[in-house]
């Protein structure tokens, strides 16, 4: 930068430093508020990633509770192999615990009833104390049998409802109806995406 440049530069801020200081003093403010704007956006993701591992770890504790394991995984699909079992103390045979992953036909393409097991291990065949409403019946089985899903696809979409649910519980909130209950769990999932590594919930 030329010498004559420097001396015409230092002449405009001699002669307008008031209006630049005003302009300086006017824009602290607002560059204030975005900054703390973006602080606590960043604040509100972070809340929300973890209220989400916090019902995760919750929905894994009520599983084990029951008095089961992680299911066993296949390689292929990352779905159990079999249904867990423990030793019954009664003396009878062993069966599937009650809280397993359940054992499905068809994880490609589910069948009806298999779509029932994953509505059930979810818990969305539950009668919930504030939304009750929304307890799955035979036509939302049929409905979901319907879209084609993979067994993987309904863990995403049942899990989500399940989470919002739950929050809702907590909360004494009420979800008017399964269209409001869908909208909720698209956006969980897309909070889900956003989490730590893109990581699926426990039961994947």
Do not use: C
Not at 168 to 195: F, N, T, V
């Amino acid at each position: 930068m030329d010498e004559e440049t420097l001396s015409k530069r230092g002449e405009f801020i001699r002669r307008h430093w008031p209006l630049i200081v005003v302009l300086v003093i006017a824009l602290v403010p607002a560059v204030w508020y975005l900054v703390d704007l973006m602080y606590k956006e960043r604040l509100q993701t972070a809340e929300e990633r973890l209220k989400l591992s916090e019902d995760r770890r919750l929905f894994v504790e009520d599983k084990l509770r029951a008095g089961v394991g992680e299911p066993a995984r296949t390689e292929s699909t990352g779905h159990p192999a079999t249904a867990t079992t423990r030793p019954d103390t009664s003396g009878s045979p062993q069966s599937p615990e009650r809280g397993s992953y359940p054992r499905l036909e068809n994880s490609a393409q589910p069948t009806q009833e298999d779509v029932r097991k994953l509505a059930e291990y979810y818990d969305l065949m539950r009668t919930w104390s504030v939304n009750p409403q929304l307890r799955f019946k035979t036509g939302d089985i049929s409905y979901w049998h319907e879209q084609g899903l993979s067994a993987r696809d309904l863990d995403r979409e049942f899990e989500s409802r399940r989470l919002v649910l739950l929050r809702a519980e907590r909360m004494r909130q009420i979800i008017p109806s399964q269209g409001d209950l869908s909208h909720a769990a698209e956006l969980l999932q897309s909070q889900m995406k956003d989490s730590v590594g893109g990581s699926r919930p426990t039961n994947q």
